[in-house]
């Protein structure tokens, strides 16, 4: 019988950073300790968790988080990181965009990337949102297309760039809504640079 604590005592145990034997016992332990929990559907989180660290220990994958405020130099620091520039570095604030960077496969080539953008339904939320603080009601990303002008005249100075934002890249990303678009190193810069590319992104 596994209780939760015994689980997590288990995984305290394991080395952070391992050898080759280190990595197999570890993988070795995950995959009791998975199997253990199959059978007891409270643990479920747990058993979620444990399932994200066998698959990221089998495929020998780790994530490297940066935060930080704008140019506190993350970007540079990825860079560094990476041996190249493939972040757009600036003394200027970027956009608020998150980027993910992984090692080239067979499929996603190097230098290649996959912008994803907002559905109808997410663009709808932000801008109703934003709509209803300048007291306008839209029914439409259409519609709010057609008012931006009249949003733009009585919003607050804060809202400006989100309504310029929206107002300049409409016509260049409408048919990109809910999709994902494929491109290359320049494209990736052109939108992460871009606050009126950006607003169109998923951020999550
Ligand atoms: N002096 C100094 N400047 C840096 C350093 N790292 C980045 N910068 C500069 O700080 C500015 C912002 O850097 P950036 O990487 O774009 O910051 P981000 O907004 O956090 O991604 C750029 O002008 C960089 O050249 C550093 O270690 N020392
Ligand atoms: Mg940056």
Same mark, same amino acid.
């Given at each position: 019988m596994v209780n939760e604590?015994?689980?997590?005592?288990?995984?305290?145990?394991?080395?952070?950073? %391992?050898?080759?034997?280190?990595?197999?016992? &570890?993988?070795?332990?995950?995959?009791?300790?998975?199997l253990e929990l199959s059978e007891l559907p409270a643990l479920h989180d747990t058993k979620k968790l444990i399932h994200a660290q066998l698959e990221r220990l089998e495929n020998q994958?780790?994530?490297?988080?940066?935060?930080?405020?704008?140019?506190?130099?993350?970007?540079?620091?990825?860079?560094a990181l990476l041996g190249k520039e493939v972040l757009p570095v600036s003394p200027n604030p970027m956009t608020a %965009?998150?980027?993910?960077?992984?090692?080239? &496969?067979d499929e996603a080539l190097d230098e290649t990337c996959v912008i994803t953008f907002k559905n109808q339904d997410q663009l709808l939320d932000d801008l109703t949102q934003a709509y209803?603080?300048?007291?306008?009601?839209?029914q439409s990303v259409d519609e709010a297309f057609s008012q931006v002008d009249v949003a733009l005249k009585t919003c607050e100075r804060e809202a400006k760039t989100f309504f310029t934002a929206f107002k300049n890249g409409y016509v260049n990303n409408r048919s990109h809504i809910g999709k994902e678009l494929e491109g290359n190193l320049e494209t990736y810069r052109q939108y992460v640079s871009n606050e009126e590319h950006v607003f169109f992104c998923r951020n999550d």
């Open positions: 604590d015994k689980s997590v005592k288990i995984l305290d145990n394991i080395p952070s950073h %391992s050898s080759n034997q280190h990595t197999k016992e &570890t993988l070795q332990k995950l995959k009791e300790i998975d994958q780790f994530t490297v988080s940066l935060f930080g405020a704008f140019s506190a130099g993350k970007s540079s620091f990825a860079n %965009s998150i980027s993910r960077i992984h090692p080239a &496969t209803q603080k300048v007291g306008m009601i839209i």
